[in-house]
């Protein structure tokens, strides 16, 4: 991606995490994290981050209760000079910033006008709107705080689990994440987590692809609306990362079989598909994934 001459995001803060593990609000925020992580990873990713915190010591089941399970972390938030940031992190802020400004176009040709989201930087473990952040749920938009949460060795591990290395990658994964943030300011999240609660756990999951797969093709969108950031390769790249994390392929990278009526972020296929539409369009009226539905 050609981001060179791309303004920065100034919507960031970066945490730091003092202490330990999952806080004390982590009951409460266990109905948003685990569907965060379950979009991101899918089943094997819940499965993960269980075996993460009975290896440090917590018991899954007392967050059923709602009660407190340990002591929470002490997180500070700060705001660095550009200089202080990483390449990743500059990176994120160059697309962060390209996606303001082509959303903002996009409300300001219907009348309205956009509250960006904020960015957050942690590493290893955080505390956002939604309970505990851990690297093991990736990147995941928090529609308590409007906030988007990133551990920027994500994309390291894009590189080296998923195969998926480059710019647009990071692109791709960033403009996601703001189109839940735009599902979210437009009332859509409410609507579907209504549904939701009315609807069987198959139905619920379905619900949720069609909210990923929407995400995907938001992302889409962005990057037609700003070609000048398009590059030779960047495409394929694309389609590597959109590929790298559908669902069957990460159960089948755990050691599953794919079990469709589980998944919460859609097939591979599903993902390049709806990604590919949002590119290739440039509509938002291509990305109705709920037609007929909602």
């Not at 982590?26 to 499965?47: D, H, K, N, Q, Y």
């Not at 939604?130 to 749920?137: D, E, H, R, T, V």
């Not at 919460?264 to 007929?292: I, N, P, V, Y």
Request: glycine content about 14%; aromatic content about 8%.
């Amino acid at each position: 991606m050609r981001l060179d001459d791309e303004q920065e995001s100034t919507h960031f803060e970066v945490q730091d995490g003092r202490g330990g593990g999952f806080g004390g609000g982590m009951g409460g925020g266990l109905g948003m994290l685990l569907p965060l992580i379950g979009s991101r990873f899918g089943c094997g990713g819940i499965a993960v981050v269980l075996v993460i915190m009975v290896v440090m010591g917590v018991n899954p089941l007392s967050l059923l209760g709602g009660g407190g399970v340990g002591p929470s972390p002490q997180v500070e938030s700060s705001k660095p000079s550009p200089s202080q940031l990483t390449d990743v992190q500059r990176v994120s802020l160059r697309v962060l910033g390209s996606t303001e400004r082509r959303w903002e176009e996009i409300f300001r040709s219907e009348g309205e006008s956009y509250p960006p989201p904020t960015l957050v930087f942690y590493s290893q473990s955080g505390m956002s709107g939604c309970g505990a952040a851990q690297s093991a749920m990736g990147p995941f938009y928090c529609p308590a705080d409007r906030k988007i949460y990133l551990d920027t060795d994500f994309f390291r591990e894009m590189e080296t689990r998923f195969n998926a290395p480059g710019d647009f990658p990071i692109g791709y994964i960033i403009a996601h994440e703001v189109g839940h943030h735009i599902q979210t300011i437009t009332g859509l999240s409410d609507k579907v987590r209504a549904a939701q609660r009315n609807a069987s756990e198959t139905e619920g999951n379905a619900l949720q692809v069609r909210m990923e797969l929407q995400a995907d093709c938001y992302a889409g969108v962005w990057a037609a609306r700003d070609q000048n950031l398009m590059e030779p390769g960047d495409l394929e790249e694309g389609m590597r990362a959109a590929e790298a994390i559908g669902d069957d392929t990460l159960q089948r990278s755990a050691g599953q079989r794919p079990m469709p009526d589980s998944f919460t972020h859609g097939s591979s296929a599903q993902r390049m598909e709806w990604l590919r539409k949002g590119l290739s369009t440039g509509d938002l009226a291509q990305c109705d994934t709920f037609k007929g539905v909602l």
